[in-house]
């Protein structure tokens, strides 16, 4: 390429706008709430446990994920049965109070 075609060429480049920018940002972090990564991560003070500084990169061992929507994980069968025998502090026998149980948390997981 020579010097004109250069010069040709950076002037036919323009910068994105800033709405170009926002929407290239809102797509990212679509794309990585699809993923169940974090959009950003956060590093807090020791002594004040106040946050310091935001990251889009995890710099410390010990940053904090920051995601837009919660992050759950599903119960395992014992887990659910030691909240049920907490709550109702007796052995439970319907096994159909199972099922409810995780198509409650599933029904929560879909917002």
Same mark, same amino acid.
Request: charged fraction near 30%; aromatic fraction near 8%; avoid cysteine.
């Given at each position: 390429?020579?010097?004109? @075609?250069?010069?040709?060429?950076?002037?036919?480049?323009?910068?994105?706008?800033? @709405?170009? #920018?926002?929407?290239?940002? /809102? *797509?990212? #972090?679509?794309?990585?709430?699809?993923?169940?990564?974090?959009?950003?991560?956060?590093?807090?003070?020791?002594? &004040?446990?106040?946050?310091?500084? =935001?990251?889009?990169?995890?710099?410390?061992? &010990? &940053?904090?994920?920051?995601?837009?929507?919660?992050?759950?994980?599903?119960?395992? *069968?014992? @887990?659910?049965?030691?909240?049920?025998?907490?709550?109702?502090?007796?052995?439970? %026998?319907?096994?159909?109070?199972? /099922? =409810?149980?995780?198509?409650?948390?599933?029904?929560?997981?879909? %917002?």
């Amino acid at each position: 390429m020579n010097e004109y @075609e250069l010069a040709k060429a950076q002037q036919a480049y323009s910068p994105p706008t800033l @709405e170009e #920018i926002i929407k290239q940002q /809102a *797509d990212r #972090i679509a794309e990585l709430e699809k993923q169940g990564e974090p959009v950003a991560w956060m590093q807090m003070h020791h002594k &004040d446990n106040i946050p310091t500084k =935001f990251s889009p990169v995890k710099v410390w061992e &010990d &940053d904090i994920p920051l995601y837009t929507t919660p992050q759950t994980k599903p119960l395992s *069968d014992e @887990e659910i049965e030691e909240v049920i025998r907490k709550h109702w502090n007796k052995e439970y %026998k319907n096994r159909g109070m199972m /099922a =409810f149980a995780k198509a409650i948390l599933r029904k929560a997981q879909e %917002k």
